[in-house]
């Protein structure tokens, strides 16, 4: 069965989200200010990000920290749990490279002749 679930663009939802960030803002009571010194971010940064446009991740995670709003970046932030997996068969699970290291070339002997070998004008 296909999947019938249609998404709206990034750029409609990058709006939406900046929308949604920024009421929130405002109904924790802090100001841009307050916001730009507990989070990190710039106010120019800040401002592109209540306007929707594209920001790097870290910048949205500290944004949201600042925000105290734990329940979303622990949503987007699983922890990475690894099983308990004995050492011996740790290392015996790894495959083997067939690649190897490239060695540095030695030095080659310089040589005293000069480079260039053309006549030499006499002053």
Do not use: C, F
Request: aromatic share 4%; hydrophobic share 35%; glycine share 6%.
């Amino acid at each position: 069965m296909k999947n019938t679930t249609r998404w709206a663009p990034v750029s409609e939802q990058l709006v939406a989200m900046g929308e949604r960030l920024n009421q929130l803002r405002i109904l924790q009571g802090k100001t841009n200010e307050e916001l730009e010194l507990s989070s990190g971010v710039g106010r120019a940064t800040l401002s592109r990000l209540w306007a929707g446009k594209p920001v790097k991740s870290d910048t949205l995670l500290s944004v949201l920290a600042a925000l105290h709003e734990w329940g979303v970046v622990d949503q987007l932030i699983a922890p990475v749990v690894k099983p308990a997996v004995p050492l011996e068969a740790e290392e015996s699970e790894k495959p083997l490279s067939s690649r190897q290291r490239v060695r540095k070339r030695k030095a080659s002997k310089v040589s005293s002749a000069p480079l260039y070998r053309g006549r030499r004008s006499r002053n």
